[in-house]
């Protein structure tokens, strides 16, 4: 254990008798990294020192200037008692500020006097009140939303969450309000599909599930379920997202300059923070549509200090179906279903429980003979303490598990006695994590972010067993284990009105762990499976092998005037997880393994500049960014790679990297009956592999040139609103022989360059619209219907291209263009709340 440097401990004790609060010391973070055996004693020696330093130098800094006093407290919705992410409290006029965070806590510390303050933020009244600061002070917060229309509302004051005040480059926010007013695919409201509007973000087709990010693979996106990653986020097939959205409240996506908090992933996190539930009244809400029902009920367990909320779907296509179905196709299953749920519980005022959980399966099978499933299931319990008026701690602790099983039949028979030929197959992946996170407000100008993050991995590759006249074959790839933990410190610093500064460094430590074998191959020609050359066995928390990356993180804000600003940031991430998948888009069955002897982690650099605007009354506001990224040890696959149920399956992956860079375009409007956003990227993402394509850059197979978005709703009255979304983005790449051999009249593609990803598909677009009327609220009912159009001019998008020999004659071929959706697609939903 390191000692604490003795300039350090001056300081502490100056501050302590100065304001008589306790200060934290990066000593209590250290104390806690004991509890991690494979965190080495330099790690936690070098963190802490850094950490040290950094507080001394600010406590100087404090103990300098005059007299100050704190305000703090929770700022919450006063209808339904929700915590209130990002409302805006200052002082008028004197760039003296904060922000409340995800949690609805706020710390602003002022000298000492008389002061008015004002919380503000859209689509709530303003409360002002002034405060006579003689001592440090607790207030609590309720913003009532504004009766009015949103362009009715005005707002005084700088809201400091607007892109042109906060510190990051390349994040984008977006509320249920605004994604619920989007035209939506059979009526219904889905999280994906609004960040897929969003300048940067991509998907390879109709139908794909996950998302690209700024030209990086879908496996290089952290998604966050109040903090418990989520491994695959899309029901169906890539059509609707795993997030209820009645049970949604906020969305946080970031795409570069990454606080040091977060890491494990190389180009993008999504924060998904769920509702608390409503703490002063039971409301339930839901819906009705083509595809599926839900419904979520809400309430107090004790009025003002405790609530819960518990949200369902499920989707019924095969109970539709089944009228229609005969013969073979009679018992097919096609569903899914989801329930999440939250629990909040106020212990007292500095103490605050949150206990979150979700589960979701996707069924699809025909009969007995052949059936698939997946799923996700997610726990969090967080615990927010507030040890004085400018510490705050929220502990984590999350366990999250995705997991599919695929089974075949092939008796038809009735006969019980007859002996079954089948196969099964199964896999998982399981993370057990805690994440203490501290957060102390020094003062006005300076916040301290820092903890710790540590997770076990579990690994199931795969089991497969098939059977046959009674006797049975298993292959059963051993479990890999892991523990990747980490420290980070990340201090906010304003200089001034126009300058502002954030900076911080993650240490990263990932640990490759038996029980297990480990596998080791021979150097051969590049683009060839590697020969196997032997094996080695580990016990049980053996280390195989160990990686330790410094991760440093800076942004630049500068402010021109109040209304305009440029920024600029550099982001160093490492990432240990990976997505085996020689597919464009991830399916349910992909494997996840981690870093290994074979395998190196993932090390990203991305730099971003962009200018900001924010209009005066927040009427509007507009960027535009520019980004380069790179990024090393990649995976890619040898020709003709065997990617399942294969032990030796990192002798057929070659290591790779890509770069990535473009021009992203937003400007966004909030107020008004007339609202929506317009984004526009363009961008270039490449790889280069040694072993492919001769070694030359060859484009990504999720690249796209052009991708424009344009969001827009017309409110014409309180009652009747419409909607339109449009996309058009350049086809992505893809890869064709250019010439054939034949055999016996029958044709084998071949391709003469070897070259990958050689032709691009057509470009992407497709038009849609929705409108909604709202019936008038009767008592306590509130009711709307939304009637939608998917792909109104029936635009038949090409997924892929595939060849094949005209059945009439053996002697031509025809390509065969796939679209998913190749029609108009109507849908009504019935949304209902009382």
Same mark, same amino acid.
């Given at each position: 254990?390191?000692?604490?440097?003795?300039?350090?401990?001056?300081?502490?004790?100056?501050?302590?008798?100065?304001?008589?609060?306790?200060?934290?010391?990066?000593?209590?973070?250290?104390?806690?990294?004991?509890?991690?055996?494979?965190?080495?004693?330099?790690?936690?020696?070098?963190?802490?020192?850094?950490?040290?330093?950094?507080?001394?130098?600010?406590?100087?800094?404090?103990?300098?200037?005059?007299?100050?006093?704190?305000?703090?407290?929770?700022?919450?919705?006063?209808?339904?008692?929700?915590?209130?992410? !990002?409302?805006?409290?200052?002082?008028? !006029?004197?760039?003296?500020?904060?922000?409340?965070?995800?949690?609805?806590?706020?710390?602003?510390?002022?000298?000492?006097?008389?002061?008015?303050?004002?919380?503000?933020?859209?689509?709530?009244?303003?409360?002002?009140?002034?405060?006579?600061?003689?001592?440090?002070?607790?207030?609590?917060?309720? #913003?009532?939303?504004?009766?009015?229309?949103?362009?009715?509302?005005?707002?005084?004051?700088?809201?400091?969450?607007?892109?042109?005040?906060?510190?990051?480059?390349?994040?984008?926010?977006?509320?249920?309000?605004?994604?619920?007013?989007?035209?939506?695919?059979?009526?219904?409201?889905?999280?994906?599909?609004?960040?897929?509007?969003?300048?940067?973000?991509?998907?390879?087709?109709?139908?794909?599930?996950?998302?690209?990010?700024?030209?990086?693979?879908?496996?290089?996106?952290?998604?966050?379920?109040?903090?418990?990653?989520?491994?695959?986020?899309?029901?169906?097939?890539?059509?609707?997202?795993?997030?209820?959205?009645?049970?949604?409240?906020?969305?946080?996506?970031?795409?570069?300059?990454?606080?040091?908090?977060?890491?494990?992933?190389?180009?993008?996190?999504?924060?998904?923070?769920?509702?608390?539930?409503?703490?002063?009244?039971?409301?339930?809400?839901?819906?009705?549509?083509?595809?599926?029902?839900?419904?979520?009920?809400?309430?107090?367990?004790?009025?003002?200090?405790?609530?819960?909320?518990?949200?369902?779907?499920?989707?019924?296509?095969?109970?539709?179906?089944?009228?229609? #179905?005969?013969?073979?196709?009679?018992?097919?299953?096609?569903?899914?279903?989801?329930?999440?749920?939250?629990?909040?519980?106020?212990?007292?005022?500095?103490?605050?429980?949150?206990?979150?959980?979700?589960?979701?399966?996707?069924?699809?099978?025909?009969?007995?003979?052949?059936?698939?499933?997946?799923?996700?299931?997610?726990?969090?319990?967080?615990?927010?303490?507030?040890?004085?008026? /400018?510490?705050?701690?929220?502990?984590?602790?999350?366990?999250?598990?995705?997991? *599919?099983?695929?089974?075949?039949?092939?008796?038809?028979?009735?006969?019980?006695?007859?002996?079954?030929?089948?196969?099964?197959?199964?896999?998982?992946?399981?993370?057990?994590?805690?994440?203490?996170?501290?957060?102390?407000?020094?003062?006005?100008?300076? +916040?301290?972010?820092?903890?710790?993050?540590?997770?076990? *991995?579990?690994?199931?590759?795969?089991?497969?067993?098939?059977?046959?006249?009674?006797?049975?074959?298993?292959?059963?790839?051993?479990?890999?284990?892991?523990?990747?933990?980490?420290?980070?410190?990340? @201090?906010?610093?304003?200089?001034?009105?126009?300058?502002?500064?954030?900076?911080?460094?993650?240490?990263?430590?990932?640990?490759?762990?038996?029980?297990?074998?480990?596998?080791?191959?021979?150097? +051969?020609?590049?683009?060839?499976?590697?020969?196997?050359?032997?094996?080695?066995?580990?016990?049980?928390?053996?280390?195989?092998?160990?990686?330790?990356?410094?991760?440093?993180?800076?942004?630049?804000?500068?402010? #021109?005037?109040?209304?305009?600003?440029?920024?600029?940031?550099?982001?160093?991430?490492?990432?240990?997880?990976?997505?085996?998948?020689?597919?464009?888009?991830?399916?349910?069955?992909?494997?996840?393994?981690?870093?290994?002897?074979?395998?190196?982690?993932?090390?990203?650099?991305?730099?971003?500049? !962009?200018?900001?605007?924010?209009?005066?009354?927040?009427?509007?506001?507009?960027?535009?960014?520019?980004?380069?990224?790179?990024?090393?040890?990649?995976?890619?696959?040898?020709?003709?790679?065997?990617?399942?149920?294969?032990?030796?399956?990192?002798?057929?992956?070659?290591?790779?990297?890509? /770069?990535?860079?473009?021009?992203?375009?937003?400007?966004?409007?909030?107020?008004?009956?007339?609202?929506?956003?317009?984004?526009?990227?363009?961008?270039?993402?490449?790889?280069?592999?040694?072993?492919?394509?001769?070694?030359?850059?060859?484009?990504?197979? *999720?690249?796209?040139? @052009?991708?424009?978005?344009?969001?827009?709703?017309?409110?014409?009255?309180?009652?009747?609103? #419409?909607?339109?979304?449009?996309?058009?983005?350049?086809?992505?790449?893809?890869?064709?022989?250019?010439? /054939?051999?034949?055999?016996?009249?029958?044709?084998?593609?071949?391709?003469?360059?070897?070259?990958?990803?050689?032709?691009?598909?057509?470009?992407?677009?497709?038009?849609?619209?929705?409108?909604?009327?709202?019936?008038?609220?009767?008592?306590?009912?509130?009711?709307?219907?939304?009637?939608?159009?998917?792909?109104?001019?029936?635009?038949?998008?090409?997924?892929?291209?595939?060849?094949?020999?005209?059945?009439?004659?053996?002697?031509?071929?025809?390509?065969?263009?796939?679209?998913?959706?190749?029609?108009?697609?109507?849908?009504?939903?019935?949304?209902?709340?009382?």
């Amino acid at each position: 254990m390191t000692s604490t440097p003795a300039y350090f401990t001056a300081q502490t004790d100056l501050k302590k008798r100065q304001e008589g609060n306790s200060v934290p010391t990066c000593l209590t973070v250290t104390t806690l990294l004991t509890s991690f055996p494979y965190m080495t004693l330099p790690a936690m020696k070098t963190f802490s020192n850094l950490c040290a330093l950094l507080l001394s130098l600010l406590l100087t800094q404090t103990a300098m200037a005059q007299q100050r006093y704190t305000l703090r407290g929770y700022v919450k919705d006063k209808q339904n008692g929700e915590s209130l992410i !990002g409302i805006s409290i200052g002082v008028p !006029g004197t760039g003296l500020g904060t922000v409340t965070n995800e949690y609805g806590f706020y710390s602003l510390t002022l000298p000492a006097g008389t002061h008015d303050i004002q919380f503000t933020y859209v689509g709530y009244t303003t409360f002002k009140t002034t405060i006579a600061l003689k001592s440090n002070q607790s207030m609590d917060v309720k #913003l009532e939303q504004s009766s009015s229309q949103l362009n009715e509302v005005t707002i005084t004051g700088k809201q400091n969450d607007k892109a042109v005040n906060n510190m990051s480059t390349g994040l984008q926010k977006l509320s249920m309000a605004q994604m619920k007013k989007m035209p939506t695919f059979m009526g219904e409201v889905d999280v994906l599909r609004a960040i897929q509007t969003l300048p940067g973000v991509t998907t390879v087709g109709e139908g794909s599930s996950g998302f690209n990010v700024r030209g990086g693979a879908t496996d290089e996106n952290l998604i966050l379920l109040d903090e418990a990653p989520v491994y695959n986020s899309s029901h169906m097939l890539g059509f609707f997202s795993v997030f209820n959205p009645d049970a949604v409240k906020s969305l946080n996506l970031m795409k570069g300059g990454f606080p040091a908090e977060y890491g494990g992933r190389t180009s993008s996190v999504l924060d998904i923070r769920m509702k608390d539930g409503n703490n002063q009244k039971m409301q339930v809400n839901g819906g009705i549509g083509d595809i599926f029902s839900r419904i979520s009920v809400e309430g107090p367990i004790k009025k003002d200090e405790s609530s819960f909320i518990i949200a369902a779907r499920r989707s019924y296509v095969d109970i539709l179906m089944k009228p229609f #179905l005969k013969g073979d196709m009679k018992d097919t299953k096609l569903n899914f279903y989801d329930i999440t749920g939250k629990l909040n519980f106020k212990l007292n005022k500095n103490n605050t429980l949150f206990v979150s959980g979700y589960i979701g399966r996707d069924v699809f099978g025909f009969q007995k003979q052949a059936d698939l499933n997946w799923g996700n299931s997610t726990v969090s319990i967080r615990w927010n303490h507030v040890f004085n008026d /400018r510490l705050f701690l929220n502990a984590t602790t999350y366990y999250s598990n995705y997991d *599919y099983n695929i089974s075949f039949n092939n008796s038809t028979s009735k006969d019980a006695n007859e002996q079954s030929e089948g196969y099964s197959w199964k896999s998982n992946i399981k993370n057990y994590g805690i994440k203490p996170a501290f957060t102390y407000y020094l003062n006005t100008n300076n +916040t301290i972010h820092f903890g710790v993050n540590a997770i076990y *991995y579990t690994f199931q590759p795969g089991t497969g067993i098939g059977s046959s006249g009674g006797t049975q074959l298993a292959t059963i790839l051993p479990d890999k284990h892991a523990v990747e933990a980490a420290l980070y410190v990340d @201090h906010e610093y304003k200089i001034g009105k126009k300058f502002g500064l954030q900076y911080g460094l993650r240490l990263s430590d990932f640990t490759y762990l038996g029980s297990g074998t480990a596998y080791y191959f021979r150097d +051969t020609t590049p683009g060839i499976r590697k020969p196997f050359d032997h094996s080695k066995d580990f016990g049980k928390n053996e280390k195989i092998v160990t990686y330790k990356y410094l991760e440093p993180r800076i942004n630049v804000r500068y402010n #021109l005037t109040d209304d305009q600003a440029l920024k600029a940031s550099y982001t160093r991430t490492s990432q240990f997880m990976h997505q085996i998948s020689n597919t464009a888009s991830p399916t349910p069955v992909d494997i996840w393994t981690p870093s290994s002897n074979n395998i190196k982690p993932q090390l990203a650099d991305q730099i971003s500049l !962009g200018y900001f605007y924010n209009a005066r009354n927040d009427a509007f506001e507009a960027s535009a960014e520019v980004f380069y990224k790179k990024i090393e040890n990649q995976i890619d696959y040898i020709d003709n790679s065997n990617l399942y149920l294969n032990a030796l399956v990192e002798g057929d992956l070659l290591p790779s990297h890509s /770069r990535a860079y473009g021009l992203e375009l937003y400007v966004k409007k909030d107020i008004g009956n007339n609202t929506g956003w317009i984004s526009y990227t363009l961008s270039r993402s490449e790889r280069q592999t040694n072993g492919i394509s001769g070694g030359d850059w060859i484009l990504n197979r *999720y690249d796209r040139t @052009h991708n424009l978005s344009f969001v827009g709703t017309h409110e014409f009255d309180k009652r009747h609103s #419409l909607s339109v979304n449009f996309t058009y983005a350049s086809g992505t790449p893809a890869t064709y022989a250019d010439a /054939r051999l034949e055999y016996q009249q029958w044709d084998i593609p071949y391709n003469t360059t070897d070259q990958r990803s050689n032709y691009r598909l057509p470009a992407y677009h497709r038009l849609d619209l929705s409108y909604t009327l709202k019936r008038p609220k009767h008592r306590r009912w509130e009711g709307e219907w939304v009637f939608s159009l998917y792909n109104v001019y029936a635009r038949r998008n090409t997924y892929s291209i595939y060849f094949q020999q005209d059945p009439d004659n053996a002697a031509h071929r025809e390509a065969v263009r796939l679209s998913i959706i190749g029609s108009i697609i109507p849908g009504i939903t019935y949304n209902f709340k009382f």
